[in-house]
């Protein structure tokens, strides 16, 4: 490559990085930390939405009605915000990965070229549903939810595609290093896709149901103990609480399938510095210079968990060419951001089966404060593990972009000042934060001083004149 020098990295010469590669990695990385937080709520808070709206109309319950009407303006925030970040991004790929882009686009673009499609479906419908709340009937306005929702899933499933591709790439023919045959299909339902998808779908109700159920909970620490705040925790705690034992499952057969086509990943992930068998599960731990230092070591554990049998081979990162092996340093970011996300997750599963067994034995929620206490602090560790899964994703597979075709240090663009385009890019985001967060602080204000429901909340509920009662009952 043009303006390169070269490096020794053990018997081999390799292209040193780009100067633009690491502002180019640190932009990408803050973007997408960023842009993911907000996806989980286009994904799965509207569906506690919806299920709160059906239980008013269906229940004729004013409380039910009043969250979901104020959960919807919240959705319509993130909604706008999610739009900009992710904007932000899709100009990011042509400029900062312009060889991505410029040698694999044919593929890899029809991923994005759907998610637009289901984004634009989405506008439309948030802004009907918003729209009318005080405009359409009860149910003709609760379905036009419905196409936000899967609208969301689908977006969010597109970009699962294009990532999971990246992983496990396939459905093109090259030939002199251009694209000459695209199957779409095999595009999209790569062989990463299955379990990443439903990983991450799951992973987007957990988030949402902790972090509202989180909440309400802090606003039930505080003495506010009416019915508002109990259901407002209820409706998104049993969706994370279904939920979170079905991700617990779907994590683990992730993680096999890494195992078995992944190899690299899953060394990095389990810290194996050299192939063989009877490998232990290291818990924590830091590893540098070819060995993991510290931790808790479970004998044979990682070779059990793979295949099932302590004579299970796995392989280590010896295995991987010295010029595409990862530094020592992404190795210990993998191995702890994974220990993080399955400490996570099985701290809230402990939490749903608390939950679960109170309402089991009592038909309510536990009367403990550390309850509540823990409730509060789930919806951050969630948002927490869902960062990390990201980490092990992403990080997992450098050096490369697309695996075994692009290396990241090609696919990044050579020209320009990359750490003024970053400013710039954190500037705005912080922008976008901050205005976020003080739109539904003013939100919550309003809220807190209405107090209860008002007819302009609640607009086909009980509360409104005799046109909007039957067609509650009628439901």
């Known amino acids: 490559m043009p303006g390169l020098s070269l490096v020794t990295v053990g018997a081999s010469l390799v292209p040193a990085d780009p100067a633009q590669l690491l502002p180019a990695r640190e932009q990408m990385a803050f973007t997408l930390g960023f842009h993911i937080i907000l996806v989980p709520f286009g994904v799965a808070f509207t569906f506690l939405m919806l299920i709160a709206n059906a239980r008013g109309i269906r229940r004729n319950d004013e409380t039910a009605l009043l969250l979901a009407r104020r959960w919807s303006q919240v959705a319509a925030v993130l ?21 991505l ?31 009318g709340w005080q405009r ?98 209820t409706i998104p705690l049993t969706v994370a609480a279904l939920v979170t034992p079905l991700q617990i499952f779907v994590g683990d057969i992730a ?34 210079n070819g060995e993991v230092h510290g931790g808790i070591k479970i004998p044979s554990g990682a070779s ?8 299970t081979r796995i392989q280590g990162l010896d295995a991987i060419p010295a010029e595409v092996r990862p530094p020592d340093r992404l190795v210990a970011i993998v191995h702890l951001s994974f220990d993080v996300m399955v400490g996570i997750g099985t701290a809230l599963l402990a939490l749903s089966a608390w939950y679960a067994l109170a309402w089991w034995r009592r038909r309510d929620l536990p009367r403990s404060r550390w309850f509540l ?22 990080v997992g597979r450098q050096p490369w972009t697309v695996v075994g075709h692009l290396l990241t240090r090609d696919a990044v663009t050579t020209s320009g000042n990359l750490w003024l385009f970053f400013t710039a890019t954190v500037a705005l985001y912080v922008a976008v934060g901050a205005t976020t967060v003080y739109v539904l602080r003013l939100l919550r204000r ?25 067609a509650a009952g009628q439901a």
């Open 373 to 394: 206490r823990a409730t509060t602090i789930s919806g951050m560790l969630a948002v927490v593990a869902l960062e990390a899964g990201w980490v092990v994703t992403e």
């Open 101 to 131: 882009m410029g040698a694999y686009g044919a593929a890899f673009g029809i991923p994005f070229a759907i998610e637009g499609l289901f984004f634009f479906l989405e506008a439309v419908f948030v802004a009907i549903y918003v729209f």
């Open 255 to 288: 993680a096999r399938e890494v195992y078995r086509n992944e190899p690299a990943k899953f060394a990095a992930i389990e810290a194996v510095p050299t192939t063989g068998t009877h490998v232990p599960e290291v818990l924590g731990g830091y590893y540098a």
């Open 136 to 233: 359409m009937r009860p149910w003709p306005h609760f379905w036009t939810g419905v196409p936000v929702v899967l609208s969301g899933i689908g977006g969010t499933l597109s970009v699962v595609a294009a990532n999971a591709w990246m992983n496990q790439p396939g459905g093109f023919t090259m030939r002199d290093g251009t694209i000459v045959e695209v199957r779409p299909l095999e595009v999209i339902f790569n062989g990463a896709f299955g379990f990443e998808a439903i990983h991450m779908l799951l992973a987007a109700y957990m988030v949402a149901g902790f972090v509202v159920a989180g909440v309400y909970a802090a606003g039930m620490l505080r003495g506010r103990r009416d019915r508002y705040h109990r259901l407002g925790l």
């Open 304 to 311: 059990l968990l793979s295949g099932y049998s302590p004579s």
């Open 79 to 99: 909604f706008a915000v999610g739009a900009v970040s992710g904007t932000v991004l899709s100009f990011e790929l042509g400029l900062l990965w312009p060889r």
């Open 446 to 470: 309003r809220w807190r001083d209405q107090g209860g429901a008002t007819e302009a909340d609640v607009p086909y509920g009980p509360a409104r004149d005799s046109e909007a009662t039957p």
